[in-house]
């Protein structure tokens, strides 16, 4: 990740109690990532798809966050996807480049097994397809990309 390109052990610090440090940040778009492709693992052994609904506010943030890239703030993380803070960057680095890569080869099986349309659920927008969920996790990297940023100036 460019942003945190020259970090050193700093990044493990948190200058602010209540903000994630670097590393914890990273360690978080790690899980995510991972988590995603299990999803499309699961969907891919099951060949079928496991998302549920979508209520029209989850339409609404879907729209928001996927197609106009506004990610809100303030939300809280899911439990599954908080960091531990026991990492440091290197090896959290070395997971997200594996996870990322783990996640691009998912979605792709997950596309060709069980086709394009929602594939699994997000515990806040709902079902989304694999191109949503990829898209989920671009502006949710940028988003959280900033924040590396804030916290390295």
Same mark, same amino acid.
């Given at each position: 990740?460019?942003?945190?390109?020259?970090?050193?052990?700093?990044?493990?610090t948190r200058r602010d109690p209540s903000q994630w440090s670097?590393?914890?940040?990273?360690?978080?778009?790690?899980?995510?990532?991972?988590?995603?492709?299990?999803?499309?693992?699961?969907?891919?052994?099951?060949?079928?798809?496991?998302?549920?609904?979508?209520?029209?506010? *989850?339409?609404?943030?879907?729209?928001?966050?996927?197609?106009?890239?506004?990610?809100?703030?303030?939300?809280?993380?899911?439990?599954?996807?908080?960091?531990t803070g026991e990492l440091d960057l290197g090896a959290v680095?070395?997971?997200?480049?594996?996870?990322?890569?783990?996640?691009?080869?998912?979605?792709?099986?997950?596309?060709?097994?069980?086709?394009?349309?929602?594939?699994?659920?997000?515990?806040?927008?709902?079902?989304?397809?694999?191109?949503?969920?990829?898209?989920?996790?671009?502006?949710?990297?940028?988003?959280?990309?900033?924040?590396? *940023?804030?916290?390295?100036?």
């Open positions: 990740m460019d942003a945190t390109r020259g970090a050193g052990d700093e990044s493990r670097v590393v914890e940040i990273v360690e978080h778009l790690t899980r995510a990532y991972s988590g995603t492709a299990k999803g499309f693992e699961r969907c891919v052994e099951k060949g079928a798809s496991l998302s549920t609904g979508v209520t029209l506010k *989850q339409r609404i943030q879907q729209f928001a966050l996927i197609e106009l890239g506004l990610f809100p703030e303030g939300r809280e993380a899911p439990k599954h996807i908080l960091p680095l070395d997971a997200t480049r594996r996870d990322l890569a783990r996640l691009d080869v998912s979605a792709a099986s997950a596309r060709s097994a069980v086709g394009t349309g929602k594939m699994l659920d997000h515990p806040i927008l709902g079902a989304l397809t694999v191109d949503q969920w990829l898209k989920f996790h671009v502006v949710h990297t940028r988003h959280h990309a900033k924040q590396i *940023q804030a916290r390295r100036a």
